[in-house]
């Protein structure tokens, strides 16, 4: 049974940094393909970025050059480092693998 674990949340001011965390478990992490997903209130689940196995990016455009994916497969975690926050990035960050999802974690920028 796979388990997505997201963390790293909070309310940061406008032009601030967070760093998310999603730590798996229940699959063989190092040949996983995974990804960041959010959801503002209203608005359809959008994606943010994604990372294959093999370790190459792909991103939404609202985010490219401000958000990094990475993984470290030896921690079975991926992360998505968040600079440069707006107030439009505010939303619910999940964590993916296939069709399952973590129970995602709140981000909020507001000033």
């Known amino acids: 049974q796979v388990q997505l674990a997201e963390s790293g949340g909070g309310l940061v001011q406008p032009g601030g940094s967070l760093r998310l965390s999603c730590a798996a478990s229940?699959?063989?992490?190092?040949?996983?393909?995974l990804g960041w997903y959010r959801q503002a209130p209203g608005k359809q689940r959008e994606l943010v970025a994604t990372?294959?196995?093999?370790?190459?990016?792909n991103y939404g455009d609202s985010v490219k050059g401000r958000f990094t994916i990475s993984r470290v497969n030896a921690k079975n975690t991926v992360y998505l480092q968040m600079n440069s926050l707006k107030p439009e990035d505010t939303a619910t960050y999940y964590c993916?693998?296939?069709?399952?999802w973590g129970q995602g974690t709140q981000v909020t920028v507001s000033s």
């Open positions: 993916n693998y296939r069709n399952c």
């Open positions: 229940g699959l063989i992490f190092s040949i996983s393909d």
């Open positions: 990372i294959t196995s093999g370790g190459m990016t």
